[in-house]
């Protein structure tokens, strides 16, 4: 079979590989649609810290398709079944993977990471995935491409959930990728009163605004504070997230945020970076800072709920598709900032 796989930093070649084979308590699923994320990118330019050297690892932790074979101790899961894979597999035994946080186990596997993800023909998911419930079936109601961007939505879900965002709350979405795009769209199917988006890309915002955008910011031509001054009567921001990996963007969100305000640092800065903090505005204004990252079993979960039932489309952020044979076009296409989400979609499609 055919597999995109990343040899070394900035080196990624589509091999022919052996097809993977079921041991017992494993499942194999014919890929389908695997989108490409930032994280991927990150990895495929500078490796990962748990990535050995001189190991080749297929990357893609977005992915759904069709279960072609199932080992005979597997229960729940059967050849045709329609599923999607959440990619963090924690170890199930630690404090954060007993109360449900799998995405913050400290020593979770990942597929596209320690284990092969989805940017090749067929994936092996292994029985401890199955067993700690990372496999998900899909509704009939949700495509395969859709269901490959499933997980990107419930990391957005995990962070806009907890944030109060309700009918009387001004909510600031900073960037306007496919991430902020998420967030739009969860903001709002939670009511916000207002929502408002900067982006220094005019396309992107006009995007922002056909998912539910009320206010829309290009940065090269508006001061975003100003704005943000008109739109609120100078009363300020009641949510922020910011989805630019920038230190200036988190300092500046801070400084918009209303009394009570609350503020959600979603895109993480790489490497350590120090953010400038007025925390007497904090302390004095009773600002609330959060930060979330990737999601749980149960953010997934109700997320897919969520798009079977139809309240989200994510059928527009497919901007673009392509062949897993045009893997560096499809990676160069999601760095480029045109458009939203690309997508590898298999032939069998």
């Not at 449900?100 to 401890?128: H, K, W």
Request: proline fraction near 4%; charge should be negative; aromatic fraction near 6%.
């Amino acid at each position: 079979m055919k597999a995109a796989r990343l040899h070394s930093p900035g080196k990624i070649t589509v091999d022919e590989i052996p097809t993977p084979i079921a041991g017992v308590s494993d499942i194999v699923i014919k890929v389908q649609a695997a989108s490409i994320c930032g994280t991927d990118r990150r990895i495929a330019a500078n490796g990962h810290f748990k990535l050995q050297d001189g190991t080749p690892r297929v990357l893609g932790h977005e992915f759904a398709g069709e279960i072609t074979e199932a080992g005979s101790e597997v229960v729940g899961y059967a050849v045709g079944d329609r599923v999607s894979v959440t990619p963090n597999v924690g170890c199930g035994r630690c404090a954060n993977c007993l109360v449900g946080l799998n995405n913050m186990c400290p020593s979770y596997e990942a597929f596209g990471i320690t284990m092969d993800g989805g940017f090749q023909e067929y994936v092996r998911i292994p029985g401890f995935a199955i067993n700690r419930g990372n496999v998900f079936h899909l509704p009939g109601s949700v495509t395969y491409a859709e269901a490959a961007l499933v997980e990107p939505l419930s990391c957005c879900y995990n962070a806009v959930s907890k944030l109060g965002v309700g009918p009387s709350t001004t909510v600031l979405i900073m960037g306007a990728g496919p991430i902020g795009a998420c967030h739009v769209m969860l903001s709002k199917l939670y009511g916000a009163g207002k929502i408002i988006v900067s982006n220094n890309r005019q396309p992107r915002l006009d995007f922002a605004a056909s998912v539910g955008a009320d206010v829309l910011v290009n940065l090269t031509e508006r001061d975003l504070a100003t704005v943000v001054d008109e739109e609120t009567g100078g009363r300020g921001i009641d949510v922020a997230l910011t989805c630019v990996s920038k230190p200036e963007v988190q300092a500046q969100a801070v400084q918009l945020l209303a009394t009570h305000g609350r503020v959600n640092f979603f895109a993480g800065l790489g490497k350590a970076q120090t953010v400038p903090l007025d925390t007497n505005r904090v302390h004095y204004q009773g600002l609330t800072l959060t930060g979330t990252t990737g999601s749980s079993n149960s953010d997934y979960a109700e997320s897919l709920r969520l798009v079977g039932e139809r309240r989200l489309d994510l059928s527009p952020l497919v901007s673009q598709t392509f062949t897993l044979d045009d893997i560096e076009k499809a990676m160069a296409y999601a760095g480029s900032g045109q458009g939203m989400k690309a997508m590898i979609l298999f032939e069998s499609n």
